[in-house]
């Protein structure tokens, strides 16, 4: 016998109907986004709205993106959850063949969210904060890889065994992120000036 299985659409409405029953009696209400089909399959989106603040959901086989607005700030799931210090107590995200359970586990975890439904949304400010700092981080290590400064370090290190001091130096003044380098990294890079100097 065939199983039905909702659109993402169908399974996102099916999963809004769970979290309303704790974000409206806080003035939230759900509004369907978008839908589609991309490249990786169909998907449905749609977020809970109350004047500056947003649960925004996305849908592509089960609930993937969860973010937190307030205002022009915002916070993964497991960044908000990570600041708010409840972590480890989060049941989202979770796997289930049943679809509509991953909504069963974020309406667990909105318990612990008075800072966003009735608070100053300062520790979700403070998690946005956070967490846009360690994506910018991240997107540079990609860019430095990306631009080959990773092999240029390699190099640089393996030249250093070999005592061509010089050479660290000047791999080291054409890297394109140097101040990513360990400490580790830079302290090579001193020792090297210091030798290429004697």
């Not at 939230?28 to 500056?52: I, M, W, Y």
């Not at 959901?57 to 993937?64: A, C, E, N, Q």
Request: glycine share 6%; net charge negative; with cysteine.
């Amino acid at each position: 016998m065939p199983v039905n299985i909702p659109t993402p659409r169908q399974a996102l409405l099916a999963g809004s109907s769970i979290l309303e029953a704790t974000l409206a009696p806080y003035g939230f209400a759900f509004v369907l986004r978008n839908e589609g089909r991309s490249f990786a399959g169909a998907f449905a989106s749609g977020e809970f709205v109350r004047d500056d603040r947003r649960l925004e959901l996305h849908y592509r086989g089960s609930l993937g993106q969860v973010q937190y607005h307030a205002a022009r700030e915002k916070a993964t799931h497991e960044a908000y959850m990570r600041e708010l210090g409840v972590w480890r107590k989060c049941k989202y995200p979770g796997f289930s063949s049943e679809f509509l359970e991953v909504f069963q586990a974020l309406a667990h975890d909105l318990m612990f969210t008075d800072d966003f439904l009735t608070g100053d949304a300062s520790v979700l400010i403070s998690a946005a904060a956070r967490e846009s700092i360690a994506n910018a981080a991240r997107s540079e290590r990609l860019t430095a890889d990306y631009v080959g400064d990773t092999r240029e370090i390699e190099t640089m290190q393996a030249r250093f065994r070999e005592k061509r001091y010089a050479e660290v130096v000047a791999i080291f003044d054409r890297l394109h992120s140097p101040h990513l380098l360990s400490d580790a990294q830079l302290r090579l890079v001193q020792l090297a000036r210091e030798r290429a100097d004697t």
